[in-house]
């Protein structure tokens, strides 16, 4: 990396550990806690984008692969990783300790996600049309009947993320630092794959499956990267969202999940990140400042989704990037 | 050896022949034409040799190698470029994005794009510069960051030829390169092919209606109808040909 690089890093990092110290101070732990929700849909809409808006692909069971991750790292916490994390804390002092440990967890419940993106992926992403759709959707209603029914993540009770045989180690963590790091690292990461000659191979994908494939590009093979590594930030997402929450169930992955995230990446513009941001960011704050709405909330974005199509049909901010030549600069 | 050589193929779709015991051979430099009237097989002959169709029988080697029923990735991999009959852009990306993309698709590394070491940085100034060059050859400089989708149509057939040539071909499959053009534009792009050919150091077959259009550009002619070849030799040959006449006048479409 350049030096203008590490600077934009260091500086980063400061940001964050500033909003990590000062945002609990200042905002009352409702909104801390709308704060870090953003976060983490920032971080699953971003990663859907990379597959619905980039590479052209319908998936519409992203939050399946939330689940997996979510209850896959919080089962790794809880039997395995607390008992590191009790040790790490009686060596380091506490916010050290947890910076060791959480990527373990997060990558545990990535990981994850990406083996079931694969399973899922390879088979439905041969096929050309909406296999992806179908295969998605059922996949992410099997994963959620499945979990509850596995008695070791709680069933149908939900998840609690705390290990009682070890009291050392406090396994939820809601830090801003952290989500929002993780989020930065998901716009940059997928960005960057996006925008660089390569990663045309996306786009092309998305634009024209057989003009690709001559000019050389493996379409299936580009469609399950793209799809495995969005599952793989969805499971982060998950991840996050399990330990940030402390306690997991299944119907914060059900389809109205799935649903909202596409609505995200459509809402801000199909092959826009800076759109998905947005999008997840407003779409976000404004159901939970607007309570009562209750069920309503589906209304809403049934209707958010009409009215888009019609004054908008290519979303916000269409395929564009809101200031991303200058992010780009930095990041770059 | 020749650079190309099918051998006895046949494509069939369901009961439907649409290529039937065709021998073709192109040598490394030719450039060739695949003439006939509508339907008589042609662009069925190019998705087989590009690996879109497999042929039903019958062998297709490319420098030797055996082809047919590879994937259209892989060919596109083992040298042979092709445009379509309907102009297939990337229309939501840029003219130049269109020509990175082929210019990258072989070689792609996702860990490059995303730790983007100073290799990275190098090379992928040097795809733009390659990128620009070839537009440039083209005549399409000033169109580089138009959306190819809003070119005007002769315009997106020669990005369609700029993409195509990106990816490195040796074997060039031009699809009807010169449809939609009145006679100075089919005059402009027929010296187009001539050159390219000389400066990539291409072999290339293109499919055209007009006999016309393909005398003083081709060395050889092949012509196809209903799937047969009933035809082949040097242009001036071939349009006297009784059987050749008689098979667009057959079919009404009289442009020998
Ligand atoms: N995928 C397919 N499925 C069924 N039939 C096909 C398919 N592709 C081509 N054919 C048939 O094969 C025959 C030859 O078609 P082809 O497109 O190769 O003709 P062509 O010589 O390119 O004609 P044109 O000059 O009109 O482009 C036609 O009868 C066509 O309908
Ligand atoms: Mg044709």
């Not at chain 1, 260091?10 to 953003?38: E, F, G, K, Q, S």
């Not at chain 1, 989500?179 to 998305?206: D, E, H, K, M, Q």
């Not at chain 1, 990446?265 to 997840?280: E, K, Q, R, Y």
Request: one cysteine or more; glycine letters at 10%; aromatic letters at 8%.
């Amino acid at each position: 990396m350049s030096r203008s690089g590490w600077i934009t890093v260091a500086a980063c990092a400061l940001v964050l550990l500033a909003l990590d110290v000062l945002l609990p101070r200042v905002l009352n732990p409702y909104y801390a806690t709308i704060v870090i929700r953003i976060g983490i849909a920032v971080i699953a809409a971003v990663s859907l984008q990379l597959v619905n808006g980039f590479t052209g692909q319908f998936s519409i069971g992203h939050a399946g692969f939330m689940a997996v991750g979510a209850y896959v790292s919080a089962a790794f916490s809880v039997y395995v990783g607390a008992g590191w994390l009790e040790a790490f804390a009686a060596v380091l002092p506490g916010p050290l300790a947890r910076v060791a440990y959480y990527p373990m967890a997060l990558a545990a419940g990535g990981v994850a996600a990406a083996v079931a993106g694969l399973v899922v992926g390879i088979p439905a992403l041969r096929l050309r049309g909406d296999y992806l759709a179908i295969a998605t959707l059922g996949f992410a209603e099997v994963i959620r009947i499945a979990i509850l029914n596995v008695d070791a993540v709680g069933g149908a009770r939900g998840f609690s993320v705390a290990a009682a045989d070890h009291p050392g180690a406090d396994l939820r963590f809601e830090g801003f630092g952290t989500v929002y790091a993780v989020a930065l690292v998901t716009i940059v990461v997928i960005s960057r794959l996006v925008y660089s000659s390569g990663g045309l191979s996306f786009r092309a994908v998305r634009e024209d499956e057989v003009a690709a494939a001559s000019i050389g590009v493996p379409a299936t093979r580009v469609k399950v990267e793209a799809f495995v590594v969005a599952s793989f930030f969805a499971g982060v997402a998950g991840a996050l969202f399990a330990h940030s929450e402390g306690y997991v169930h299944t119907n914060s992955f059900a389809f109205l999940r799935s649903f909202e995230l596409v609505v995200f990446v459509v809402l801000g513009g199909l092959g826009s990140i800076t759109g998905a941001v947005l999008a997840a960011a407003v779409l976000t704050a404004a159901p939970e400042l607007l309570r009562g709405l209750g069920e309503w909330r589906m209304v809403l974005y049934s209707l958010l989704l009409i009215v888009t199509m019609l004054v908008r049909p290519q979303g916000l901010l269409g395929t564009r990037e809101l200031g991303f030549d200058w992010l780009r600069r930095r990041l770059g | 050896m020749a650079l190309l050589e099918i051998e006895n193929l046949t494509v069939r779709f369901g009961g439907l022949t649409s290529i039937s015991k065709l021998d073709l051979a192109v040598e490394s430099g030719a450039i060739v034409a695949l003439i006939g009237p509508n339907g008589a097989g042609k662009t069925t002959a190019f998705n087989v040799v590009t690996g879109v169709y497999e042929p039903t029988e019958g062998s297709v080697r490319f420098e030797g190698r055996q082809i047919g029923g590879r994937p259209p990735h892989a060919i596109s991999q083992l040298g042979i470029a092709r445009t379509f009959q309907n102009v297939r852009l990337f229309r939501g990306l840029t003219a130049i994005e269109n020509v990175r993309a082929a210019l990258a698709a072989a070689r792609r590394s996702g860990s490059a794009d995303v730790l983007r070491p100073p290799r990275w940085r190098r090379r992928e100034a040097e795809l733009n510069e390659q990128a620009r060059s070839l537009l440039e050859r083209l005549g399409l400089a000033r169109e580089a960051d138009a959306a190819a989708g809003g070119l005007p149509y002769g315009e997106q057939r020669l990005l369609e030829i700029a993409r195509a040539i990106a990816t490195r071909p040796r074997l060039l499959l031009l699809d009807e390169p010169a449809a939609g053009m009145n006679p100075s534009e089919k005059q402009a792009l027929r010296e187009l092919v001539a050159r390219l050919r000389e400066e990539f150091g291409l072999s290339i077959v293109l499919i055209e209606h007009d006999v016309r259009f393909v005398m003083d550009l081709c060395e050889r002619v092949t012509v196809l109808d209903h799937g047969e070849k009933i035809a082949e030799g040097p242009p001036d040959t071939v349009r006297r040909d009784p059987r050749v006449i008689e098979a667009y006048l057959g079919t009404g479409g009289g442009a020998a």
